[in-house]
């Protein structure tokens, strides 16, 4: 049976980004296809990244991934500094409710609002774009990661954060640079040597990669190298947020 | 018995400030007890240790017999503490509030008649289904408190829940804490009225400093050295430049303060009898047109302990 306290903590984070889902969901879902519809556009003729595929098929995964990780990320943070800054987070720490549940119930609603919002972006664009699936298997397993990953780097951030410029800081400094900077928006095969090297040590480059396998069955990197290292960098971040949790770091002073 | 909340010499400091210098407390069950100190006498650190939102740096603290951190799964559960901030989530409705608390505390539907009882006691039934942010700040304060109880809580904490709410609101505060408190519930209260400690509480812990400086009943506080002393404060016909000669050495030193019409006397009430120490006066030529009594009260006690800990 489901823990009560930690079933009722997943589905209040679930309804509070529902309850103002034109910002927490439309909003992501429209900006996105403004991306796919600018860049589709202007770069269709241009650039050549895998043979026999276009520049808009090979643009949709990137965009959809790339929304999943912002939006993972922005729920559980934004709700953790939202609760620290007005104070009713107080209500959160007087439960009984241990670290772990109180992690899983934060990384599932983020896990859930990246996927409502990346599945919202797909639903559209493949009604103007065809896209192949190769492996449906490879697709979920990616978003789930990539969700779980930036869901936990969500925590980490709130829990870090004093102010909401700190947590702005950490979206537009880290989590940004790093979405736009992934592949989605090219092959890194595209790139310089020494540029190509950068990318891979950019995280969220083997989500994009794995993910766009997933759905073309090519990738830059081989999608089992890209799975190991996001379920590693899961597992350790999952640890380091479960123990700021239990340690109460900037929560329990 | 186990006691309601057992604190084991907890200590706690923030960079140089000791902020509790080994707390000593055992509060026991079905007691209303209150927890008195000046601002910045570490009562609130001392309710954050309890409701482990804060960590003691050593010492413990159990609730029912359960370890605050060892056992913190149980402590919470027979724990509800109302906050000093006005602290609300604004995505929700009150109802959606006390519902979400009930469901961390593992209650579902089947607490939903308290939940009920609780909005009706505190007159927020019509309120259910309004944002919390459209709420007044009266009604957020009720909210707070039906969240503390939203799972019947066995020991209920109120951190300065009076403070900036009206008389009505006080009123039926307290006839609603004092139902608690009937039926079995233990209630610690910090409040900076005093009158609502003297009225209310069974026990009293003032604290200052960071250390306990008085723990007694309110009965013996009250007949302590500090309350046997009465004020009688005298308005008289003629300012008075000077004391009449005639006027007794024993109700000289009587005499705490004199500005012109206006003297203030301090009696033993056991000793003196108001009609003599005024005939005396009367007899000194000095005409009396108006008097008034003033007993000393726990705001007295409260004073004299933490201003004598303050010099010493």
């Known amino acids: 049976m489901i823990n009560r306290g930690f079933y009722t903590l997943f589905y209040k984070e679930t309804l509070r980004f529902y309850k103002v889902a034109l910002q927490t969901i439309l909003a992501p879902i429209i900006t996105t296809l403004l991306y ?6 202007v770069l269709k003729d241009r650039v050549m990244v895998f043979e026999d595929l276009s520049y808009t098929s090979f643009l949709i995964p990137g965009l959809v991934m790339m929304t999943i990780i912002q939006n993972a990320f922005a729920n559980s943070s934004s709700s953790l500094i939202q609760s620290k800054v007005t104070g009713n987070i107080i209500f959160l720490l007087l439960t009984p409710l241990s670290y772990v549940e109180f992690y899983m119930a934060f990384i599932l609603a983020a896990m859930v609002r990246g996927l409502v919002v990346g599945i919202g972006v797909f639903l559209i664009v493949i009604c103007f774009v065809s896209v192949p699936v190769h492996s449906y298997a490879f697709l979920f397993v990616f978003a789930l990661l990539a969700s ?49 090297m950068v990318s891979h040590l950019n995280p969220f480059f083997y989500m994009v990669d794995g993910f766009r396998y997933g759905f073309f069955g090519v990738s830059d990197t081989s999608p089992w190298i890209s799975l190991v290292l996001i379920a590693l960098a899961f597992a350790g971040l999952a640890k380091f947020a479960i123990k700021l949790l239990k340690q109460g770091y900037k929560l329990r002073h | 018995m186990t006691a309601a909340i057992l604190i084991n010499n907890v200590k706690k400091s923030y960079g140089s400030l000791d902020a509790l210098k080994g707390i000593d407390l055992t509060i026991n069950r079905g007691e209303f007890f209150g927890l008195l100190g000046p601002n910045g006498a570490g009562k609130s650190t001392l309710i954050n240790i309890i409701a482990g939102l804060a960590n003691a740096d050593a010492g413990s603290v159990s ?34 509030v006390l ?29 259910a289904s309004v944002n919390m942010r459209a709420l007044s700040g009266g009604m957020k304060r009720r909210v707070l408190i039906a969240q503390a ?53 069974d026990r009293i812990a003032i604290l200052n400093h960071g250390e306990v400086i008085a723990l007694d009943t309110k009965a013996s506080l009250l007949q302590s050295e500090i309350c046997s002393k009465l004020h009688l404060i005298i308005k008289t016909a003629e300012p008075i430049e000077q004391l009449p000669d005639a006027l007794a050495p024993s109700i000289r030193d009587k005499i705490k303060h004199l500005d012109g019409c206006q003297m203030r006397l301090e009696l033993d009430k056991d000793k003196d009898v108001i009609v003599d120490v005024l005939a005396a006066i009367a007899n000194a030529g000095i005409k009396v047109v108006d008097l008034e009594t003033e007993r000393a009260d726990l705001e007295d006690v409260f004073i004299e302990l933490t201003s004598k800990k303050a010099s010493s």
Request: aromatic fraction near 12%; charged fraction near 20%.
């Open chain 1, 36 to 41: 796919f519809l600018v860049f589709s556009h």
């Open chain 1, 148 to 196: 779980a990953v930036l869901g936990t780097l969500g925590i980490i951030a709130g829990i870090w954060a004093e102010k909401f410029d700190q947590l702005a800081g950490f979206q537009n400094f880290i989590i940004m640079p790093l979405s736009f900077l992934s592949g989605v928006f090219y092959s890194i095969h595209s790139l310089p040597a020494f540029w190509q």
């Open chain 2, 63 to 96: 609730v029912l017999g359960h370890d605050v951190v060892v056992d913190y799964r149980q402590a919470r559960q027979a724990l509800g503490v109302v906050p000093q901030e006005l602290v609300f989530d604004a995505f929700f409705s009150v109802r959606e």
């Open chain 2, 99 to 127: 519902k979400i608390q009930s469901g961390y505390f593992g209650l579902g539907k089947e607490n939903d008649v308290w939940i009920d009882e609780l909005l009706e006691a505190l007159a927020l039934t019509d309120k």
């Open chain 2, 149 to 201: 109880l939203v799972h019947k809580p066995e020991v209920v904490i109120l951190d300065e829940p009076t403070a900036g709410v009206d008389v009505e609101l006080r009123k039926l505060l307290w006839g609603f804490v004092e139902q608690l408190n009937q039926k079995g519930h233990t209630i610690v209260l910090t409040t900076h009225y005093l009158e609502e400690a003297e009225k209310l509480c």
